[in-house]
């Protein structure tokens, strides 16, 4: 059974870092498409970023480019997203999520229908 653990986020000031995390359990990053997605009060969810299964493609919403940033730990089947530069405007619940593409695959995409496991979300916060 896929399961997405998610860590990190909380309260942090315009300007300033943070790093989320996501483990895998259940399967392997290698045959998977990771996501990250957000959704801010009264909003729709938001794809922010998604890596593909072989790690060749990695796409980010034109909002978030140049100040966050995907990376994966295969050895900890983990996934990371560092955010620079926050703004009260990425304030939300931010999630991970992950849907089988196969070994060695470049697909990903922003779409949050395209993914079929969630991780719990956590809060970012970005106020002064």
């Known amino acids: 059974q896929v399961q997405l653990v998610q860590s990190g986020g909380g309260l942090v000031q315009p300007g300033g870092s943070v790093r989320l995390s996501c483990v895998g359990f259940?399967?392997?990053?290698?045959?998977?498409?990771i996501g990250w997605f957000r959704q801010a009060p009264g909003k729709e969810r938001e794809g922010v970023s998604c890596?593909?299964?072989?790690?060749?493609?990695?796409y980010y919403v034109d909002s978030v480019k140049g100040r966050f940033t995907m990376a994966r730990d295969i050895d900890k089947n983990t996934v990371y997203l560092q955010m620079n530069s926050l703004k009260p405007e990425d304030t939300a619940i931010y999630y991970c999520?992950?849907?089988?593409?196969?070994?060695?695959?470049?697909?990903?995409?922003?779409?949050?229908?395209?993914?079929?496991?969630w991780g719990q979300g956590t809060q970012v916060t970005v106020s002064s």
């Open positions: 999520a992950a849907v089988a593409s196969g070994y060695g695959s470049s697909k990903c995409d922003l779409s949050p229908s395209t993914f079929s496991s």
């Open positions: 259940g399967f392997t990053l290698e045959y998977y498409a």
């Open positions: 890596f593909s299964s072989s790690a060749e493609s990695t």
